[in-house]
Each structure stands twice: as structure tokens, then as C-alpha cells.
């Protein structure tokens, strides 16, 4: 069945980086899109960012260019969210999906889910 694995998250300070994984398995990577979405406590589930089966076309929340990068390795079955200069209000779980179709910035329209990664940011 298809795998999604989170991982990379933490506990840092404001101002530093983290780049977050995301391994698939049961799947044929390259022709799925994949997104990044974030869930703080109380919120509903947000768009982070969004990248194409081959990796040409990315889209970000606005809340998060220019300090956050998409990326993937379709040889490694692998998407990246590197994400720097962070903020205490990217402070969430972070997770992966993915769809079967041209990237999406809507939860639902996503086919399957990793199992989140946490990420906190103290001030």
C-alpha cells in the first residue's frame, strides 16, 4: 500500500532551519504531485507548498516564499521542504500527500497522507 514518512522536524529557535523529508513507498513517485501542508493546534489544515510530478512547477503559501523550498528526488522517492528563518508561527505539524494529478493546494483533493512531523519554533 502507499507509504508516506514524514520526518526532519524539532525544536529550534527563531531564525534557524530545518529540512523536512518525505519517503514514498507503493507508489510510482514520478507521477504524483506533492504537497506540503501544516495543522496548528485549533487550526484547520493549511497549504504550505506544492511541486509537480517533475519537479518544474512549485507554488507556496504566501505566508512562506521566500523562506521555504520545495524540492524532490524522483530517484529517491523523496520530496524536501527546506525551510529557513522560521518563525514561532510555523510552529505545526507538518505533512506530506499526494495526488495523482497537476499539484493542488486544497487538503481534500489530496489522495494520501504521511503521518505528520512535529515542528516547533520558540521565540
Known amino acids: 500500500q502507499v507509504q508516506l514518512v514524514e520526518s526532519g522536524g524539532g525544536l529550534v529557535q527563531a531564525g534557524a532551519s530545518l529540512r523536512l523529508s518525505c519517503a514514498a513507498s507503493?507508489?510510482?513517485?514520478?507521477?504524483?504531485?506533492m504537497g506540503w501542508f501544516r495543522q496548528a493546534p485549533g487550526n484547520e489544515r493549511e497549504f504550505v507548498a506544492s511541486i509537480s510530478r517533475d519537479g518544474i512547477s512549485t507554488r507556496y503559501a504566501d505566508s512562506v516564499k521566500g523562506r521555504f523550498t520545495i524540492s524532490r528526488d524522483n530517484a529517491k522517492n523523496t520530496v524536501y521542504l527546506q525551510m529557513n528563518s522560521l518563525k514561532p508561527e510555523d510552529t505545526a505539524v507538518y505533512y506530506c500527500a499526494s495526488r495523482r494529478a497537476p499539484p493542488a493546494i486544497i487538503p481534500i483533493d489530496y489522495n494520501y497522507w504521511g503521518q505528520g512531523t512535529q515542528v516547533t519554533v520558540s521565540s
Open positions: 507503493g507508489l510510482t513517485f514520478g507521477s504524483y504531485a
